[in-house]
């Protein structure tokens, strides 16, 4: 079936250094897209989001990037910070309305 | 404002045995998620619920898995009997409408089976 997934399941950055973490969507009727931050113990919390009539979109040290042409979404982190290691999902709003989530990647900042 | 509760945080139960969650919403949201997190997969869905309506069950394993909203607020999701593989964290989420708002999570209930 339609699913999102990511391309690695870990990512180690030095702190201070900027992040790139991608994600790769099959569902092209996807119109909604959204970032999650999910730290050891809690539930996901969001981190930011775009729609299909966007290609990019930015928040407080956050950007996300689509590309719908070959159904790739990014989240760049800049000036990452210690707080920032996490897992990070991509999820996908579909027709359902319930989100369809990739498997994550693991985010560990270097001091 | 207060954030999703849910009850327990944790719950360790021998296979064939039975077990519910609880989810307290945010206050206001009438949509409410329960996904289910294995360790090292992303959450999926299993129900969403319209104030207390079932929109969308299609992934819940009905022949165990049950769940309802009879107040249009809290919601309770139960396992009977369980099995080994429904080891894995039981997220509540709500959000304001179904318009693709955004979902607020729960802290889940991780629940053990041996």
């Known amino acids: 079936g339609e699913s999102v997934g990511l391309h690695l399941p870990t990512l180690s950055v030095q702190e201070g250094d900027n992040s790139i973490i991608n994600c790769a969507y099959s569902?092209?009727?996807?119109?909604?897209f959204i970032w999650y931050k999910q730290e050891s113990g809690k539930g996901p919390q969001f981190i930011i989001d775009?729609?299909?009539?966007?290609d990019k979109r930015q928040g407080q040290r956050v950007t996300v990037l689509l590309n719908k042409t070959v159904k790739h979404l990014s989240l760049q982190i800049a000036a990452t910070q210690p707080g920032d290691s996490a897992v990070y999902f991509c999820?996908?709003?579909?027709?359902?309305?319930?989100?369809?989530f990739g498997k994550g990647t693991h985010l560990i900042i270097q001091p | 404002e207060a954030g999703v509760a849910q009850s327990p945080r944790y719950k360790i139960i021998e296979k064939r045995q039975s077990v519910a969650f609880w989810c307290n919403p945010i206050?206001?949201?009438?949509?409410l998620y329960w996904y289910q997190q294995i360790l090292g997969q992303g959450p999926k869905l299993l129900i969403q619920?319209?104030?207390?309506?079932?929109?969308?069950d299609s992934q819940l394993p009905k022949d165990r898995f049950s769940a309802e909203r009879l107040k249009g607020v809290d919601s309770t999701l139960k396992i009977q009997p369980a099995k080994l593989e429904d080891s894995a964290v039981y997220l509540c989420?709500?959000?304001?409408?179904?318009?693709?708002?955004?979902?607020?999570f729960g802290p889940g209930t991780r629940l053990t089976v041996t």
């Open positions: 989420a709500s959000s304001v409408s179904r318009e693709r708002d955004e979902q607020y």
């Open positions: 569902n092209s009727a996807s119109d909604y």
């Open positions: 775009i729609r299909s009539n966007m």
């Open positions: 999820a996908e709003g579909g027709g359902a309305d319930g989100l369809t």
């Open positions: 206050s206001g949201h009438a949509t």
């Open positions: 619920f319209q104030n207390n309506g079932v929109v969308d």
